[in-house]
C-alpha cells in the first residue's frame, strides 16, 4: 500500500470514492467542490494506492479556524472525509490515515483533530471511537427557510 496526495492525475478516482461515500451529491457538484480543494493550502487529499497504483481509498482533511464543536483550541485539523473500499476494509487503512492526520494538524500547530458523523451512523460512531475519538457533544441542527 502506498499513500499519495490527490492530484489532477487520480482526480478521477478520488471522486467515483467521494460519489461512494456522499451519494446525495450530484456529480457536478461534488467535482466542484473536490476542485476547489485541491486548490486550498487549509485542505489536504491523501489517497491510498493497492500494490498496482490504484486509489482505493481517501481522506479529506481541513484546517478549521472558526468554532468546532468540542475543541478547545484553533485551528483544528479536521476529518471531513474518509473511505475506504469495501474489500479494502479491516486492513489498518483508516488507522493510518489518522497518524497521517494527526502528523499533518501538528505541522499545522493544531492540537486537535475532530471529526462527526450523523446522529444514526452508528457505523461511523464506533469506527471514530475504536481509532481514539471521543464524544464531544450530540447536538441537532435545525433549518427555516425565510421567504
Same mark, same amino acid.
Given at each position: 500500500?502506498?499513500? =499519495? !496526495? ?5 482526480? &478521477? ?15 457536478? !457538484?461534488? %467535482?466542484? /467542490?473536490?476542485?476547489? $480543494?485541491?486548490?486550498? +493550502?487549509?485542505?489536504?487529499?491523501? *489517497?491510498? /494506492? ?13 484546517? @478549521?479556524?472558526?468554532?468546532? /464543536? ?15 473500499? &469495501?474489500?479494502? @476494509?479491516?486492513?489498518?487503512?483508516? +488507522?493510518?490515515?489518522? +497518524? $497521517?492526520? /494527526? ?17 444514526? #451512523? ?8 475504536? *481509532?481514539?475519538? !471521543? %464524544?464531544?457533544? =450530540?447536538?441537532?441542527?435545525? $433549518?427555516? %427557510?425565510? #421567504?
Amino acid at each position: 500500500m502506498n499513500f =499519495t !496526495s490527490a492530484n489532477k492525475e487520480n482526480f &478521477d478516482q478520488w471522486l467515483a470514492m467521494g460519489l461512494a461515500l456522499w451519494p446525495k451529491h450530484s456529480v457536478e !457538484s461534488l %467535482k466542484k /467542490e473536490f476542485q476547489e $480543494i485541491l486548490e486550498n +493550502k487549509n485542505e489536504k487529499v491523501v *489517497l491510498c /494506492e493497492d500494490d498496482n497504483g490504484e486509489p482505493i481509498a481517501f481522506m479529506n482533511l481541513s484546517l @478549521r479556524h472558526d468554532y468546532v /464543536e468540542g475543541a478547545f483550541s484553533k485551528p483544528v485539523a479536521y476529518l471531513e472525509g474518509i473511505y475506504v473500499k &469495501d474489500k479494502y @476494509r479491516h486492513q489498518g487503512i483508516a +488507522k493510518e490515515f489518522i +497518524k $497521517i492526520a /494527526e502528523k499533518w494538524a501538528k505541522k499545522n500547530d493544531c492540537q486537535e483533530l475532530g471529526s462527526d458523523a450523523l446522529i444514526d #451512523n452508528l457505523d461511523s460512531h464506533k469506527f471514530h471511537q475504536k *481509532l481514539g475519538f !471521543s %464524544k464531544a457533544n =450530540t447536538i441537532v441542527h435545525f $433549518i427555516k %427557510k425565510v #421567504n
